[in-house]
Structures are given as C-alpha cells and as structure tokens.
C-alpha cells in the first residue's frame, strides 16, 4: 500500500515538475543605463504602489518628479525594432507584456498612456 | 460644428457682449508671462493662480490657430463623427443682432474658482490644483458626464471610443471626460499652453498667459488697469479666462 502510495505521488510530481519545465518563463529586452530606480526586487513586488503613489502627487498635487513616473519607466524600458521604430512596453514579449501575460495581470495603463516614447508619437 | 443645444447661449453671449465697447491694445503687453517655474518635485502652490486673458479685438475671425495648436498638443484625433470629436477649445462667433456687430474668441475651460464641474462630480475626478486649474483625474473617473452637464461654457468633452498615438504627457482614454488643461505639462516646466504660443507666432497675440495673483505679471497688471468680462459673471464663478472687448 505504501509502495503504491509513494510510486503514484512520484508519477504526480514527474508530472507537475515537466509541466512547469515547459512553461516558458517571462524573457523581456534590458532596459537602458545601469540599474532601476529600485532595487529589482522591490520593483517587481511594488512597482504598482510606486506608480499609484507618483499619480496622485504628479495629477493632484503637480510634483513632477520623474523618479517614479510612467513616462520614466517608458522611455528606459521601451526597445526598439530593427528600424529604430519603437515597440510598444506592453506588447508581448516587451518589458511589461513579458510579465502581465505570464502572470495573467490585465494591465489597463497604456489604454490612455503612450507605450512608447514621445519623440517617436512625434509628427 | 453646428450644436443647436449651444445657440441660446451664444447668443446671450452675444447680447451681453455687445454692449461692452471695443477697446484699444495696449501698447507693450507682453504675450506670455510666467512666474519662475517650480521645482519639478515641489506640489503647486495656493500662491499662484494661472489665468488667461483673452483679447477678442485682437482675435481673428477665420483664424484656428488656437484650436490647431490644442490638437497637436494633446493629440486629439479626429474620430470621424463630428459630434464625437474631442474639443477642449473653440472658436465662438457671438453675434449682436441689434447691429449685425461680431466677434470672435476662442471658449475653452474655464478653469473656474467655484467650479461647477467639481461640485458634482462623485468620484472627485473633477478637481481643482492648488493653482487654480481645473482638471481631471482620468483614474478615478467614470464618465458619467455629470460635468459635462454641469458647465455652463459647453467646455468639456467625451471620449466615446479608444485612442491611440497619445502623447506621454497627456494621457487620454475611452470612457473619460476631458477638457482645457491650461497645458498644465508645459506650464509646470515654466512654458506657456499651447495655445497662447500658437496665437503669439501667428502675430495676433489675442492670448496672455500669466499668474493672476502676481501683481508684477502683465496679465495681473492688465486685469487690475482694463477693462474686462468674466463670461457668465451672473454664475460667479470667478473664472481664471477673462475676455476683453467682449
């Protein structure tokens, strides 16, 4: 009984562990200068509490600070195509879209903020 | 665009206007005038308080120089339904049908101390900065529109439909009420809105952009030594536009 027992909770981990094996981990461009306004850890837990707090100093108040700013996080992390074109952050495969497809996290930001940087949006 | 629900109140625009007299420039005003910018980390201040002075002798009547300048700023796109279109400024024609006497001056926000718009709006997306412009939170708002119905200038716009090709500094999306900003992007970097730019290069100068409260900008000088109209002074609302020659 025991035999059966640990051969089936083998056979199930086997499973579960090839099935994460062929899950393809988010894989996005580097992002432009040295390092984030952050610590990379503390981005990827806390990225939306910073970019929550900065809209509501930058849109009521008007602190303009760029540190925490979409915009910042746009023009550093947008990449660009063999044309020089940029490519929109929240594309798959971009440095948003890499993580929210893979975590399943609908993003609404770029429905009315530009996903690339300004000097290309220029006419 | 023709709006019928508008022409009551061009024409009441019309009347009252007509009965102020035409003024003279005054010589050496200056177009634009702005305080010393704030730091780009410092809130903005109850101190200051943006106004615009729009001079309609010097408004051309054909002229959109305004109402282009706005469009390019913002990127607002046209959506192919006229009366969907996005229109944070206007050019309004008012009409004095006693004499046939027209003028022409560009409406927008207000920007209104006692905004109606922020009266009613539920969700305390309509605001007003510290500095007196009035504005909207896109992220808190849900489009219900109450704004719109609520402000007496027709200054507020909706957008029915997605946008693309929006500029970094001036987000925009479906579902949302917007309006005249004052540029507030480019005058926190010390520059003036679009708008007053554009009507400075085209040499007509109609527009004066400057801080009401600092007695040293010629905006302030101008509205302390001319004459000049609030439109709807009936409402008090203490408008932060003013119009000469209106």
């Known amino acids: ?123 | 665009m023709t709006d019928p629900a508008n022409k009551p109140r061009r024409r009441f625009l019309g009347r009252t206007g007509a009965s102020t007299a035409l003024l003279a420039l005054v010589p050496g005003v200056k177009l634009v005038d702005l305080a010393l910018a704030k730091d780009e980390d410092e809130p903005a201040s109850v101190k200051t308080r943006w106004g615009l002075l729009v001079d309609a002798n010097r408004c051309v009547t054909d002229c959109q120089a305004c109402v282009s300048a706005c469009e390019d700023e913002h990127a607002l796109a046209k959506t192919g339904t006229a009366r969907l279109d996005p229109q944070w400024i206007r050019k309004v024609e008012l009409v004095d049908e006693s004499n046939d006497r027209s003028l022409s001056i560009p409406l927008m926000c207000q920007h209104c101390e006692d905004a109606p718009c922020v009266d009613v709006c539920p969700t305390g997306a309509s605001f007003k900065r510290a500095d007196g412009m009035v504005l909207v939170d896109k992220h808190t708002c849900i489009g219900c529109r109450y704004c719109m119905m609520a402000c007496p200038f027709n200054a507020r716009s909706f957008v029915h439909g997605e946008v693309t090709g929006q500029k970094s500094y001036s987000p925009r999306g479906k579902g949302t009420v917007e309006s005249c900003t004052l540029c507030v992007h480019r005058v926190d970097q010390d520059r003036a809105p679009a708008c007053v730019e554009s009507c400075a290069v085209d040499g007509h100068g109609a527009l004066t952009f400057g801080d009401l409260n600092d007695s040293e900008s010629t905006v302030s000088k101008t509205v302390r030594s001319q004459p000049h109209r609030e439109l709807r002074p009936d409402l008090a609302l203490n408008t932060g536009v003013r119009y000469r020659g209106v």
């Open chain 1, 1 to 123: 009984m025991t035999q059966r027992f640990v051969m089936a909770l083998l056979i199930i981990l086997s499973l579960a562990t090839s099935s994460i094996a062929d899950v393809t981990l988010p894989s996005y461009p580097k992002g432009k200068g040295e390092h984030c306004v952050e610590p990379t850890d503390v981005m990827r837990r806390d990225h939306f509490e910073y970019l929550m707090h900065h809209r509501q100093i930058s849109v009521h108040l008007g602190v303009r600070s760029k540190r925490h700013s979409l915009v910042g996080c746009v023009d550093c992390h947008a990449s660009q195509a063999d044309d020089g074109a940029y490519i929109p952050v929240n594309e798959p495969g971009q440095f948003c879209g890499s993580c929210h497809i893979y975590t399943a996290v609908k993003i609404d930001c770029f429905s009315c903020h530009a996903a690339v940087p300004d000097a290309v949006v220029k006419q």
